[in-house]
């Protein structure tokens, strides 16, 4: 159980586009989610909070405009990477939160490879 | 505000080699604390966590981490790895009142070799 997944799992775009990933929760409803961004051989940075239903609360330095989440249902979040440029370059991963458990445990996908040209 | 420092960036160890991935935090409250692996291009899996209770915890795959609170560390420990383990880990910090946010530490790449 507790199974996260997203996709795609790899994204080439050109610079300029904008990008869809989706996250979803696969055998449970997950009442919050997360969105994280790794660059490579770093870690992981949170970026925002999403709870379905309401808008997502973005992180100091994380432009909201650019970075556009969505969390439509309890089983779905998705991030849209809008006007994409080089710099956005980087491995999304989202995390779910059945909001289960006393510590709000956290499920994590297997992550989206964005190249942007 | 809480903070998660791992000490090592690379660990290089033979197989059947004991190890030790330091992590230290810091923070003014209780705080839960975490390791997850990393294995090539893929998400993260919760290998053990410590909420409360036994200071000492044990994960399904001979790693054990222990909390020490005089010390605010949460050392990750397997007296014999294997090449399997080959991985990046991280360890994580969260606190009660912040809706389940994660703090990261840097990551430490375990590197075993035969």
């Known amino acids: 159980g507790a199974v996260v997944s997203q996709h795609p799992s790899r994204v080439i775009c050109k610079s300029g586009t904008s990008v869809k990933i989706e996250c979803r929760s696969l055998d449970f409803q997950a009442t919050t989610m997360f969105w994280y961004r790794q660059f490579p051989k770093q870690s992981l940075m949170l970026m925002a909070t999403?709870?379905?239903?309401?808008?997502?609360?973005?992180e100091q330095g994380v432009e909201k405009d650019k970075f556009l989440i969505n969390h439509a249902s309890l089983t779905l979040s998705t991030l849209t990477v809008t006007s994409a440029h080089p710099e956005d370059s980087s491995f999304y991963i989202c995390?779910?939160?059945?909001?289960?458990?006393?510590?709000?445990?956290?499920?994590f996908g297997p992550g989206t490879r964005l190249t942007v040209l | 505000a809480q903070s998660v420092t791992q000490l090592d960036s690379q660990v290089p160890v033979f197989e059947e080699a004991p190890v030790e991935l330091r992590c230290n935090y810091s923070s003014s409250v209780s705080v839960y604390l975490f390791w997850y692996v990393q294995y090539p291009n893929q998400g993260l899996q919760l290998l053990l966590k410590y909420l409360s209770g036994s200071t000492l915890v044990e994960s399904i795959n001979g790693f054990e981490a222990e909390f020490n609170k005089s010390q605010t560390s949460f050392h990750l420990r397997k007296p014999s790895v294997h090449i399997s383990d080959t991985a990046e880990y991280f360890c994580?910090?969260?606190?009660?009142?912040?809706?389940?946010?994660?703090?990261f530490g840097q990551g430490t790449e375990l590197s075993v070799k035969p």
């Open positions: 994580a910090v969260s606190v009660d009142n912040q809706g389940g946010k994660l703090i």
């Open positions: 999403s709870n379905e239903g309401s808008k997502a609360t973005y």
């Open positions: 995390s779910a939160d059945p909001g289960t458990s006393v510590y709000n445990e956290q499920f």
